[in-house]
């Protein structure tokens, strides 16, 4: 009895059917579009169009000018902390669910984000004077 159970509750190949058909029909759309565009649109390639453009300012120079390390360190850190906050969504939606438990999981998770933090101030990451 419980094996004809277990058997019901699996998955087949054609459970998964509309998925392989709307992953073709997307693929079908997007080798189609790039193909019609191809042999319908124009062809003409003139110096001004094959010049690049950089937002309407002439291109002067070499593009390999080095940058400040702290531009990038910056982004990296907002990607990172911002990615971290994301994770505050779940427990918002569900904090009566998740309980005392949940309540300190998150106070866990708020600590390791706050050592991260003054670990990062305290290395001076944030500090934009050389």
């Known amino acids: ?39 319908l649109g124009p062809k003409r390639k003139t110096s001004d169009k ?12 070499n ?3 080095p940058m400040a390390i702290k ?13 971290e906050v994301i994770f505050f969504y779940p427990y918002a939606v569900n904090f009566k669910e ?3 438990d949940g309540f300190f999981a998150v106070i866990m998770f708020v600590c390791f984000f706050l050592c991260g ?4 101030v305290k290395k001076g990451a944030l ?3 050389e």
């Not at 419980?2 to 190949?13: D, R």
């Not at 059917?17 to 997007?30: D, E, K, N, T, W």
């Not at 094959?50 to 120079?61: C, M």
């Open 1 to 39: 009895m419980n094996f004809l159970l277990l058997a019901a509750e699996q998955n087949t190949p054609i459970d998964y059917l509309p998925v392989a058909v709307q992953l073709f029909v997307a693929i079908g759309f997007v080798v189609g579009t790039i193909t019609i565009t191809h042999f």
């Open 127 to 129: 500090d934009w004077e």
């Open 71 to 83: 531009y990038f360190l910056v982004a990296i850190l907002f990607v990172l902390f911002d990615v």
């Open 50 to 61: 094959l010049a690049s453009f950089e937002s309407g300012v002439p291109s002067i120079g």
């Open 98 to 100: 998740l309980g005392t």
């Open 63 to 65: 593009a390999r000018q």
């Open 117 to 120: 933090f003054i670990y990062i």
